[in-house]
């Protein structure tokens, strides 16, 4: 089945449905890639949520650089 033949099909399905096929690739192509990914497993992943050094640093680099654009 060609993808043309495909996302008509996919549009068609229930937003669970959709979710599933979604998770369904991830994990297809984690696999072609060689990443191992469990299902049903949980993976840390980074947010910028509480960091409050990573802020700090960020706003003293935005004051070291001063305004990028001409005030008119």
């Known amino acids: 089945m060609s993808l043309a033949e495909?996302?008509?099909k996919l549009q068609?399905?229930?937003?669970s449905d959709k979710w599933h096929t979604v998770h369904f690739l991830i994990a297809e192509?984690?696999?072609?890639?060689?990443?191992p990914f469990a299902?049903?497993?949980t993976y840390p992943i980074w947010s910028p949520y509480d960091s409050?050094?990573?802020?700090?640093?960020?706003?003293?680099?935005?004051?070291?650089?001063g305004p990028s654009y001409e005030s008119g």
Do not use: D, F
Not at 52 to 65: G, R, W
């Open 6 to 8: 495909l996302l008509p």
């Open 12 to 15: 068609e399905l229930n937003r």
């Open 29 to 35: 192509l984690s696999q072609e890639e060689g990443i």
């Open 39 to 41: 299902h049903g497993a």
């Open 52 to 65: 409050y050094e990573a802020a700090a640093t960020l706003m003293k680099v935005l004051h070291e650089e």
